[in-house]
């Protein structure tokens, strides 16, 4: 799976949009861009992924550039109960043969949404 | 949310000792996992099961072993617990082979 880069840390005002940065230069072709998050002592939480076009939920967009070697995840509004680690995740597409199973999470992204 | 617990919550074991967790879920999911979780290492996949009795290594598997005589059940052993095993451990299930899975609320097992 390919490698993925993200910020340590990032603060955004509650009402406002949190844009979270990730950098996977070297994704394959047939790997999807996962996000998950971890609010404090939880399980990690799916939030959305994508291939290549830009996808919308309920609880973010995620937006991936042209070459695909970055995307944001965008939470439109922040709450407080937004504030948790954020992981970007690169792998195969879901149910194909290749690449190890289960995810391998990084470091993530601290986002702490200020009052 | 998805029908996916873990027992106990908590455990206090001394070095030595055999502990078992458990994962349970009520999905009818194939996959299932598990993780650790540690301080300046982030989750790191133990085991993980494809199916009743098909179960395959991760990355930090020495140490653990694995079953799962049933498809809402997976449970990790470890024989002979040591301090390094002190950890937070999140179960976590999936319908398919691949990145949208579910994860548990955790174990804190604390090993003195």
């Known amino acids: 799976d390919a490698k993925t880069t993200q910020p340590p840390s990032m603060d955004c005002a509650e009402g406002r949009a949190a844009n979270l940065p990730c950098n996977h230069s070297?994704?394959?072709?047939?790997?999807?861009v996962y996000w998950y998050r971890q609010i404090h002592s939880q399980g990690p939480q799916y939030i959305i992924h994508?291939?290549?076009n830009n996808e919308t939920n309920e609880m973010a967009s995620l937006i991936i550039t042209e070459d695909r070697k970055s995307s944001t995840l965008i939470l439109p509004h922040a709450t407080l109960r937004d504030t948790a680690v954020y992981y970007c995740?690169?792998?195969?597409?879901?149910?194909?043969?290749?690449?190890?199973?289960?995810?391998?999470f990084g470091k993530g992204t601290h986002l702490i949404i200020q009052p | 949310d998805a029908g996916i617990t873990q027992s106990p919550r908590h455990k206090v074991t001394e070095t030595g000792t055999p502990v078992t967790l458990r994962c349970h879920q009520t999905?009818?999911?194939?996959?299932m996992y598990w993780y650790r979780q540690d301080p300046g290492h982030g989750l790191r996949l133990i085991h993980y099961?494809?199916?009743?009795?098909?179960?395959d290594k991760g990355e930090v598997s020495d140490g653990y072993s694995v079953s799962r005589s049933k498809t809402e059940d997976f449970l990790l052993t470890l024989e002979s617990a040591t301090s390094s095993q002190t950890s937070v451990y999140f179960c976590?299930?999936?319908?398919?082979?691949?990145?949208?899975?579910?994860f548990g609320p955790g174990t804190r097992l604390t090993v003195l």
């Open positions: 995740i690169v792998r195969v597409a879901e149910n194909s043969g290749g690449g190890a199973d289960g995810l391998t």
């Open positions: 070297t994704i394959s072709g047939n790997e999807y």
């Open positions: 999905e009818n999911h194939r996959y």
């Open positions: 976590a299930i999936s319908d398919l082979r691949g990145g949208v899975g579910f």
């Open positions: 994508g291939l290549k």
């Open positions: 099961s494809y199916g009743v009795k098909d179960t």
